[in-house]
């Protein structure tokens, strides 16, 4: 069975930045999605990338401050968070689609059929 596990979470001030790593199990040729869900709120789309490690896509709220990337060799798909704020304090969870074709929408959770079980991230003002 596909595992993706997530690290890298953890506590830091307005303006530091940390990286997510999601390691996937047994399993290439992936797209993979970030989305994150803070207290009392839906979950949502951070940022994606197809399994050719082409167009990335990313929230309007991060975009420019994100970036996400991978590294076939390691089936691992990393996010990298600068200039962190407060308000993206949230459980970050991994997300991938198994597959030759791109999730549709991308954006969307239900475009992704293996999940993480997240890794939380708390931003201190």
């Known amino acids: 069975q596909v595992q993706l596990v997530e690290t890298g979470g953890g506590s830091v001030q307005a303006g530091g930045s940390l990286r997510l790593s999601c390691a996937a199990s047994?399993?290439?040729?992936?797209?993979y999605g970030w989305f994150r869900q803070a207290p009392g709120k839906e979950r949502e789309f951070v940022a994606a990338i197809p399994w050719t490690g082409g167009t990335t896509f990313y929230a309007d709220s991060v975009k420019g401050r994100f970036t996400i990337s991978r590294d076939n060799t390691k089936n691992t798909v990393y996010l990298q968070m600068n200039s962190l704020k407060p308000e993206d304090t949230a459980v970050y969870y991994c997300?991938?689609?198994?597959?030759?074709?791109?999730?549709?929408?991308?954006?969307?959770?239900?475009?992704?059929?293996?999940w993480g079980r997240g890794t939380q991230v708390t931003v201190s003002s």
């Open positions: 047994g399993r290439t040729s992936s797209n």
């Open positions: 997300a991938a689609l198994f597959s030759l074709r791109f999730p549709s929408p991308y954006y969307n959770e239900r475009s992704y059929d293996t």
